[in-house]
DNA sequence: CTGCCTGCAAACGATTTGCACCAGC
DNA sequence: GCTGGTGCAAATCGTTTGCAGGCAG
């Protein structure tokens, strides 16, 4: 499948997710979707703001935000957690897993056939599990090699 | 072991590795050290602050966020990311998982042997892990009740 | 002594909210 | 026309930083 047809596909979930919630279609929407599924990495709300910007110039950062929470809700993006600061997204796809550096916080995906059917553990206090992902935390190449010899800068 | 040995223990690791960093020991340090390992949970650095003032009222809430840095920098504390707002801390332990309830945000360790020897991707971009965790998401028990029949509230 | 540590208050960055207005259905 | 969405600016929340003492080694 092609980015643009990836791209056409998302949309139309989009389309489809929003009618089901009652939620209006709009082109704000369209957009931040739009620019996060062309991305490879996991940009923060900002970095998705300055994408949506060169096609619609006069979104507010606040719109992106609300956006954002809103495409989580629907089960259209996830929201990942990241050691850094602010919160990276993106779009929910096949499952997938993250190779985090510590070093410089970079965060990479990873597909892993033989690492997608764990055995869910019986958790016996009733907790209901609906999916799982590993991370995977350790340096990047870049930083591995930044760090021979170094015992610790700061 | 109980739990006063397993606080001793710690803060015995704390000073070795203060004088290794060469880093002094201080009241503070310590207090915050034992108010996470008398925790179950994941407090936030907020919630470590109110614990530690019950000993040590007058610290400092700018202080309580330095010491759980230097403490995770350290090797003894770890911060773990969470999709909720605030960051939250643990100590550094045995190998687990983390249960996360997409309706409270509440999350719940989870030790199990049967996911501790993952055979780890031969990665071929060179990335060099040190260490996994999976993260479970899905609903605690409370959470699971409340949902049955609402579509989605807010 | 000297350097790192602490408390305080102010700064900061990320995110949320209140409000007036506009657009989809 | 009503409901929910958007832009703007202000508020809030979590976290960091600058500075003037204080304390550990």
Known sequence: MSQADRTAAKVEQLERNCHQHGLPMTAQRREVLQALVLRLDHPTADQ?????????PEISRATVFR?????????I???VCHPGSAARYEVE????????????EK??????PTLDHLSLPGVGSGFHIQDYSIQFV?????CARKQKGHVRSS
Do not use: A, N, P, Q
Request: glycine share 10%; hydrophobic share 35%; proline share 0%.
């Open 48 to 56: 998705v703001l300055d994408d949506v910007r060169k096609r619609l």
């Open 67 to 75: 956006v954002l929470e809103t495409l989580v809700r629907i089960g």
């Open 77 to 79: 993006v996830r929201k």
């Open 93 to 104: 796809g096949r499952r997938h897993h993250h190779l985090v550096c510590t070093g410089c």
């Open 107 to 112: 965060m990479i995906d990873l597909e892993d």
């Open 138 to 142: 350790g340096l990047c190449t870049t």
